[in-house]
Structures are given as structure tokens and as C-alpha cells.
């Protein structure tokens, strides 16, 4: 016995729509991992950038400490919002000023401080990761959480 082709009428709409909003909703998905997937890759740059620059500093620091021994490590010792080198070193003060333009150059909104106790030198670096849609960060190495929310802090021996 054959079915009647009537009863049949507009079961092959219905699961085509079915499939239409399922295909909607997944690639919506992965619209928003892709949006998301490029914001983390900026972040990480950030980073990237932070953490070079941080070493550039560290380097800087020994080589001076050891091609001028009467010139300290203290000497790049500088403020965040200060660009002039706390002690008397024309090498340090040059460093600090060139570090602070990359810094400015390579992060929005960034700055940089060191730090000298002893031998140990610790380098922040912060920037301005607020862009459209991201949330800002509870981590920041600062009281001012408001202006840079992102930042990057590391120690090293000079």
C-alpha cells in the first residue's frame, strides 16, 4: 500500500528550517571564538612586547654595571611617571629615556618603572589594554587599576 503523498506536505520545510537555525547558532559560536581568539593574540603581543622590553632593561643594566663599575645599577632607578634616572649615570639617564620612548612606542598607554634593592632589579611595565568590548583587569601591578589595567612585572639580577 503507498502512503498518501498529502499527509506528507511540508515535513521536508520543517526540517530544513530545523537545520537552517541549528547552523545559525553554531556559526554564531564560532563568530564569537574568533572574536575572542583575536583579542587574546593582541594581548599576547602586549605581553610579548612588555616582556622584551623588561629584558632589554635588565641587559642594559648589567652591561653598564659591568663595563662602568663606578656607575650603580641604583642609577636607573626611575618613577613611573618620572622620565629622569634617580642617580648621576648621563648612561643611565640616556637608557631609561630610550627604554621609556619603546615602551610608549610599542604599548598604548605605557610606562614604565625599576626598582633597585641590592642586586635585584624589579622592572614594571604597564599599558592601557582597555579596547571596545574588553573587560578591565583586576591584576594590575598598580593602585592606578583605572589607567593601565594591564601589566608586566619581573625581577632579575644586575
Same mark, same amino acid.
Not at 642594559?60 to 618613577?79: E, F, G, I, Q, T
Not at 634593592?117 to 582597555?130: M, S, Y
Given at each position: ?120 632589579? #624589579? ?22 587599576? #583605572? ?12
Amino acid at each position: 500500500m503507498m502512503p498518501d503523498p498529502r499527509s506528507a506536505r511540508g515535513a521536508s520545510l520543517l526540517e530544513v528550517l530545523v537545520t537552517i537555525v541549528i547552523m545559525a547558532v553554531g556559526l554564531l559560536g564560532l563568530a564569537k571564538l574568533q572574536v575572542s581568539n583575536l583579542r587574546n593574540n593582541q594581548n599576547t603581543l602586549y605581553r610579548t612586547e612588555a616582556t622584551f622590553l623588561a629584558n632589554d632593561m635588565l641587559d642594559s643594566m648589567r652591561v653598564l654595571n659591568s663595563v662602568a663599575p663606578n656607575d650603580k645599577a641604583d642609577d636607573y632607578a626611575v618613577l613611573t611617571d618620572s622620565t629622569a634616572a634617580a642617580g648621576p649615570s648621563a648612561v643611565a639617564l640616556a637608557d631609561v629615556s630610550a627604554w621609556k620612548a619603546r615602551i610608549a612606542q610599542a604599548l598604548p598607554g605605557g610606562d614604565g618603572s625599576i626598582s633597585v634593592n641590592g642586586r635585584i632589579a #624589579t622592572i614594571v611595565i604597564e599599558w592601557n589594554d582597555r579596547r571596545a568590548g574588553t573587560p578591565g583587569s583586576a591584576d594590575s601591578c598598580s593602585s592606578s587599576k #583605572t589607567v593601565r589595567p594591564a601589566c608586566f612585572e619581573t625581577q632579575g639580577g644586575v
